[in-house]
């Protein structure tokens, strides 16, 4: 037993801030993937109002899946690997996106959309510079939960072989009784969860300077009521932590 | 010229929104379409610019059938401003307004330098240009959308109820505004509007619409207070619509009496020489020549006039300026009975009694009969 507070079982071939690099990478691919994928699914579901609850009950039905149902049926296929895990935490993120991008757009005003349209926006326009824009604070609010929920869910790779960057300290600690190893599973998931989401806050300060600031009444009348954009609205990031660490 | 050529808009599920409606628009003017919701002035609009497609008939620009042309590029020659403003509040007060030039393929200096000229042209300060939308008054916002819809100097401004939402006070401000801007541009707008004074304060010629989207008269405004077409159209113009019409006769005819008034510092020959058995009052004006109020002769000092015991005058009408109603409104508020006639500068021009008026109305609807006459 050589070495400091963050030193690392040899059996894991890796230092703490490695493993903390390939806990942040599988956690937040994941959810670029699923933003990607949702930014279309969304955008179909606000064209085609019909299609909206459907695809809300799979993505639900979908978060519903353990994360060990989805291991048992990828490792055929994606084996022991960073893939596997992310997968899902890619598929579980989508029951977050599609509703903040959807609501997001949503939220535009129509007489916003009409000018827009008035002015000579074709549809591709209409999206890239107008909705999507508009919709920013929302989607970053789910991007927030998502990625916060991502980071928690990270752990389970350590049941795949050692797949889940800080995760695995958590097996390590039981097999070698070692608190001090859990301890820096669970404080680090969480320190890199709060940071992350405080880095997503200044983002969307830094995306939406044309947001209303402030305590109080945070928009004027004349600038509408937009309910679904607030970050407020929406289920603190911390909180969907929890319940995923409890699943 | 925009012509409207029994045009149709029928939904899928019946609703006609539209029904064979025919208009010709001309140009340089304002043309104002008017009704109760739900009588398609909003949906007529919106076939100009083809947000709407009509279900038959074609509307004509110039000539030309506007489906001919690509959609976009109809649209960006067709200025449309909107209720509430519609502006994108996530961009700066600036880019809002350099929007259509922008798309048109302008440099982004050229474009800014064009949103900073018509900022100043609509009367909004340049040090709100970065400003985002959320910062700026419902007024504010409105001018912007102005500034924003004639940007790229689109020869067709359309209005859709532009100043509905903001408070009456400013409304009136932003319809000075838009004749004021209409007499240096020139352009051809439509305006829609549920209100009949706004139809009447700001159309060259103004198009009632009844719900169903018919047509129940289209005519100059002072017509249409004169000859409403029927009990619907006399309906919605309310019930004051004979003193409205006054708007439209100028006062430049009414015979003034120059002879009732005196100066503050006046003689008491002076004001002996003035008081006349047909004047029964005289008006009083400061060293300015300015009105002060009335007096019966009999109560006047010479030399130790105190102006507020005067009688008060009521509200002076520009003579030659302002109309008839503004005329015969300053007779009804002077205690008096008489309206007092001033020049542009305030000075006191005359005074005028209200049977000199009411004379001054009848010959004024007779000319208009005759007018009417040789018109029709």
Redesign the interface.
């Known amino acids: 037993m050589s070495g400091g507070f963050f030193h690392i079982p040899s059996d894991l071939q890796n230092t703490y801030f490695g493993l903390v690099g390939l806990h942040l990478r599988e956690a937040l691919i994941p959810v670029a993937a699923g933003l990607l994928i949702a930014l279309p699914i969304a955008q179909l579901c606000v064209r085609l109002r019909w299609l909206y609850p459907p695809v809300l009950g799979v993505t639900t039905v979908l978060y519903a899946i353990p994360s060990l149902a989805f291991f048992v049926v990828l490792i055929d296929y994606t084996g022991q690997t960073e893939t596997t895990v992310m997968i899902p935490l890619a598929v579980y993120s989508l029951v977050v996106f599609i509703p903040a991008i959807v609501d997001g757009v949503r939220s535009v005003?129509q007489?916003?959309l009409?000018?827009?349209?008035?002015?000579?926006?074709?549809p591709v326009?209409r999206y890239l510079q107008?909705q999507l824009?508009?919709a920013?604070p929302a989607i970053i609010a789910g991007l927030r939960v998502a990625t916060v929920s991502s980071i928690s869910l990270v752990s389970v790779g350590m049941l795949i072989g050692n797949q889940g960057g800080l995760g695995n300290l958590l097996h390590d600690g039981q097999i070698y009784h070692q608190n001090r190893l859990i301890w820096l599973s669970v404080v680090g998931t969480a320190v890199l969860a709060v940071l992350v989401d405080a880095l997503l806050v200044l983002l969307r300060i830094a995306l939406?300077?044309?947001?209303?600031r402030g305590s109080g009444s945070r928009?004027?009348?004349?600038?509408?009521a937009r309910p679904g954009t607030d970050t407020e609205a929406r289920p603190e990031p911390a909180v969907t932590a929890l319940e995923d660490a409890v699943r | 010229m925009i012509r409207i050529d029994s045009v149709t808009k029928r939904y899928p599920d019946g609703t006609v929104a539209v029904d064979r409606l025919s208009l010709e628009i001309p140009d340089r003017s304002i043309t104002v379409l008017v009704g109760p919701s739900g009588c398609g002035k909003t949906t007529t609009l919106r076939m100009i610019?083809r947000?709407i497609e009509p279900s038959e008939g074609t509307i004509l620009l110039d000539g030309a059938d506007i489906t001919k042309q690509p959609?976009?590029?109809?649209?960006?020659s067709?200025g449309?401003v909107?209720?509430?403003?519609?502006?994108?509040?996530?961009?700066?007060i600036i880019d809002n307004i350099a929007?259509?030039p922008r798309?048109l393929g302008w440099s982004k200096d050229k474009a800014r330098a064009r949103a900073r000229e018509l900022m100043e042209r609509v009367g909004l300060d340049g040090a709100l240009a970065k400003r985002?939308?959320?910062q700026?008054?419902?007024g504010q916002?409105q001018r912007v959308?102005v500034a924003?819809a004639l940007a790229a100097d689109p020869p067709v401004l359309?209005m859709d109820e532009p100043f509905s939402a903001v408070d009456p006070i400013v409304r009136k401000g932003l319809q000075d505004e838009l004749l004021r801007l209409q007499a240096e541009l020139g352009k051809t707008i439509v305006f829609v509007t549920h209100d009949i004074d706004e139809a009447i304060k700001i159309g060259t010629m103004v198009a009632v619409m009844r719900t169903g989207g018919r047509l129940a008269q289209y005519a100059p405004p002072a017509e249409l207070l004169s000859d409403p077409a029927d009990a619907f159209v006399e309906d919605f113009l309310g019930t004051d619509r004979g003193i409205r019409r006054l708007s439209f006769f100028p006062s430049t005819g009414l015979e003034l009496t120059t002879t009732a008034i005196v100066a503050v510092d006046a003689t008491a020959e002076q004001i002996a020489a003035r008081a006349t058995p047909d004047v029964p009052y005289l008006l009083v004006t400061g060293l300015d020549g300015r009105p002060l109020g009335w007096s019966a002769p009999g109560d006047l000092t010479a030399g130790a006039v105190d102006p507020a015991e005067l009688l008060p005058f009521g509200r002076p009408f520009v003579h030659g300026e302002e109309s008839l109603r503004a005329a015969l409104d300053g007779a009804v508020l002077s205690p008096t009975g008489w309206a007092v006639a001033v020049d542009r500068e305030g000075r006191a021009a005359g005074v005028v009694s209200q049977q000199t008026i009411a004379e001054a109305i009848r010959t004024a609807h007779a000319e208009g009969r005759d007018a009417a006459k040789v018109a029709g």
């Open positions: 005003p007489e916003t009409d000018a827009a349209t008035a002015m000579g926006l074709g326009r107008v824009p508009i920013a939406t300077p044309w947001m209303p928009r004027t009348k004349a600038a509408g | 610019n947000m959609v976009n590029t109809l649209r960006r067709m449309y909107i209720q509430n403003a519609g502006l994108f509040q996530h961009r700066t929007t259509v798309l985002y939308p959320y700026l008054s419902g916002q959308g924003r359309l």
